[in-house]
């Protein structure tokens, strides 16, 4: 089971953005993940490059995991706190993104159920010579069949 919250933010520019719902089908679709702060800001920016030249909207994942003695409902972090948080990150891209933050028990899970088949995933992990959580959650969306991007910080 996973409860989803979605938040759609324009990019701020000079020029009202269209509605969302007209260029939804027909716009490519990046979706970044989000691992931590510094490496999904890293992704975002590296999505933002991608969507540019693309044309192109970001939307930002973020499977936020509830403890199994805990009701989905009721997670340990207010979802308020996250949504304010994840505004201010997505505010970082340059392109219309959206945030849709899941309350889930397994990430991966959550993952695979939210991203459409052969999907363009952008990641960021820490550059590490052995397998971390992020390369290895990259590896799994590779193998199930998603384009992956992987942007390695320091």
Known sequence: ???????????????????????AGQKLNIAVVFTSVEATLAALKEAGRLASSLGARITLLV???????????????????????FRVIAGESPVETSVQIYLCRDRFET??????PGSLVV??????????REKRLASKLRRIGHEVVYKETE
């Open 1 to 23: 089971m996973t409860l989803a919250i979605e938040k759609i933010l324009a990019p701020a520019t000079g020029q009202p953005s269209r509605p969302l719902i007209e260029e």
């Open 63 to 85: 499977p936020q995991v509830v403890p199994y003695p805990l009701p989905l409902e009721t997670p340990p972090v207010l979802v308020d706190f996250n949504e304010k948080r």
């Open 111 to 116: 993952l695979t159920s939210v991203l459409n």
């Open 123 to 132: 990641l960021g992990g820490p550059k590490r010579w052995w397998p971390t």
